[in-house]
């Protein structure tokens, strides 16, 4: 059983900054790409960022500059920095991971989420 758990979230002022964590636990043989979702009230989830293995990243239009997404291989993890920020950021956000894991002498590859953690700015 492969979980991501997500820390980090909270309710800032705009300008301020987040550091959000997400850390996968289990039977895990590779973590492909990884990325960070967000979903705001009466709008569709959206990708934010995510990034390869290898460290290559991407970012939706309206965050670079202004956030970066890492990874640490070793601990399983992925990260979102987010520098000031504002109110069009507050949303829900999930971490996503490309899992694979050996099962049956076979790899199996999922798509896995985590739970969401809360960012809302105040202006």
């Known amino acids: 059983q492969v979980q991501l758990v997500e820390s980090g979230g909270g309710l800032v002022q705009a300008g301020d900054s987040l550091r959000l964590s997400c850390v996968a636990s289990g039977n895990i043989f590779e973590i492909g790409s990884m990325g960070w979702y967000r979903q705001a009230p009466g709008r569709q989830r959206e990708l934010v960022a995510d990034i390869t293995r290898g460290g290559f990243s991407k970012y939706v239009d309206d965050v670079k500059g202004r956030f970066t997404i890492s990874r640490d291989n070793a601990k399983n993890a992925v990260y979102l920095q987010m520098n000031s920020l504002k109110p069009d950021d507050t949303a829900v956000y999930y971490c996503?991971?490309?899992?694979?894991?050996?099962?049956?002498?076979?790899?199996?590859?999922?798509?896995?989420w985590g739970q969401g953690t809360q960012v809302t700015v105040s202006s």
């Open positions: 996503n991971a490309v899992v694979k894991v050996l099962q049956l002498d076979q790899i199996h590859e999922w798509d896995i």
